[in-house]
């Protein structure tokens, strides 16, 4: 029983924190996607009145940056959906050493 219950505490307190970071991870991308549509609609005003070369250079290297704050958000997803991945299996061996336990325990008290 304590077994049961120390596992159950254990998986709900995982996904809390996974659940959390996830929220997290999603509004940080939803942030960062409406930052650049509005980046994209400054660009496309600007983009008409480029005159020169230094404007066209920082508008580039913005973009660059837009691109890998956007890699590293992918990249946290990625690892979120790998972590979950993770807690499924290690949810599926807890759940197979239980009825093992709760086998072994009912044997006993035979």
Not at 86 to 109: A, C, F, P, Q, W
Request: glycine share 0%; charged share 40%.
């Amino acid at each position: 029983m304590k077994l049961n219950q120390d596992i159950n505490n254990y998986i709900n307190e995982l996904q809390t924190y996974i659940d959390t970071e996830s929220v997290k991870t999603i509004s940080l991308f939803n942030k960062k996607s409406q930052e650049t549509e509005e980046w994209l609609n400054r660009l496309s005003s600007e983009f008409e009145n480029l005159k020169d070369e230094e404007e066209l250079t920082k508008l580039k290297e913005l973009h660059e940056s837009y691109e890998q704050n956007l890699d590293e958000l992918e990249s946290k997803i990625e690892y979120l959906e790998k972590l979950c991945d993770e807690i499924d299996e290690v949810y599926d061996e807890l759940g197979v050493k239980t009825k093992v336990n709760d086998r072994r325990k009912s044997r006993i008290k035979e």
